[in-house]
């Protein structure tokens, strides 16, 4: 991933979580030891336990060494440990796990990739939610489908809630949604139902192991997507979500599909381009910013997609 370059709401109900109890929630840190998370993660007995202390001490090394050196537990068991002493969530069973193998900041936290999106989230959190007086969304487009727009959305969203904030990603891309099937939610219901006036209830998921993180899927795909985001009822509902959640992400429809993607961002406040190096064509990402600092959202930079 490259580096960034300059450039009737009232009436919404969430899913079983309410917005109040995501802001209401537990949050007390717990201090737990690696023994005890590690203990209780692969079940070890008391006279494993007691094995392990004995070869801690005899060693001098750390639980986690004397686990993994006696064969009981692996370096990645000892790393989910300290993640989740540190509270910061990930999953350790991919190939069990709900959500897609592209969420990489959560499959694959310590990896090459991961580390990108940390470097965008920091400038995300300078350019765009950086608790100034007026709060908005960052719109993620892209001027082509297969720009890794989406990917970059979805792991973006788990990045800022592993900050501890309380997040939500806002499929808006009523094209082609995809959130719910990265994120392993429930597409049932979602915006396009919010926004066609139909009374929808727990319309927000929680994504299952990362506590601060919401998914607001599409819902049944639209056959209007322009017109429902263009309605007064989008701008209200973002409005909304902005004032109940520390950052929201919004994916859109590549450009090449219409002027969805320019709507959506004017009424976010911020945008941010995703381009895929080698691939996407120049005078398109030129285009696609030009068609941006016509509307009323900040441009918050253009990322290169390498992966």
């Known amino acids: 991933m490259a580096r ?6 009232s009436d919404l109900q969430y899913r079983d979580t309410t917005v109040q109890d995501v802001a209401t929630g537990d949050n007390q840190v717990t201090d737990r030891s690696i023994g005890d998370i590690m203990g209780a993660a692969k079940n070890f007995s008391a006279e494993q336990v007691e094995k392990i202390l004995e070869y801690q001490r005899s060693k001098g090394i750390r639980f986690g060494e004397a686990a993994v050196a006696l064969g009981l537990a ?28 592209e969420l990489v900041m959560l499959h694959q936290p310590f990896s090459h ?14 350019r765009v939610f950086n608790g100034g007086e007026v709060r908005g969304a960052l719109a993620v487009v892209s001027p082509d489908s297969g720009d890794g727009k989406t990917f970059f959305s979805a792991n973006l969203g788990v990045a800022l809630a592993q900050l501890g904030g309380r997040t939500l990603v806002v499929d808006a891309d009523m094209r082609g949604p995809r959130m719910h099937e990265i994120f392993g939610v429930d597409n049932s219901s979602g915006l396009s139902g ?57 994916d859109t429809p590549a450009a090449v599909y219409g002027a969805d993607c320019g709507v959506i961002a004017g009424k976010c406040g911020a945008a941010l381009v995703v381009a895929r190096r080698n691939a996407s064509q120049v ?18 930079g253009v990322i290169f997609n390498e992966f």
Do not use: C, W
């Open 194 to 250: 919010i926004l066609s006036g139909r009374a929808e209830n727990k319309v927000i998921r929680q994504v299952e192991g990362v506590p601060s993180l919401f998914v607001l899927p599409v819902g049944i795909t639209p056959p209007n997507p322009v017109e429902l985001v263009e309605r007064p009822a989008f701008g209200l509902l973002m409005r909304e979500l902005t004032n109940k959640f520390d950052h929201v992400v919004v």
């Open 4 to 9: 960034f370059r300059d450039s009737q709401m």
């Open 74 to 101: 692996t370096p990645d068991d000892v790393l989910h440990a300290l993640a989740e002493q540190f509270h910061y969530p990930y999953s350790q069973n991919e190939g069990r796990s709900k959500q897609g193998r």
């Open 283 to 300: 005078h398109a990402i030129q285009d696609l910013v030009a068609f941006l600092s016509e509307s009323p959202a900040k441009l918050a």
């Open 113 to 126: 990739q991961a580390e990108s999106f940390r470097a965008m989230r920091s400038q995300v959190m300078m």
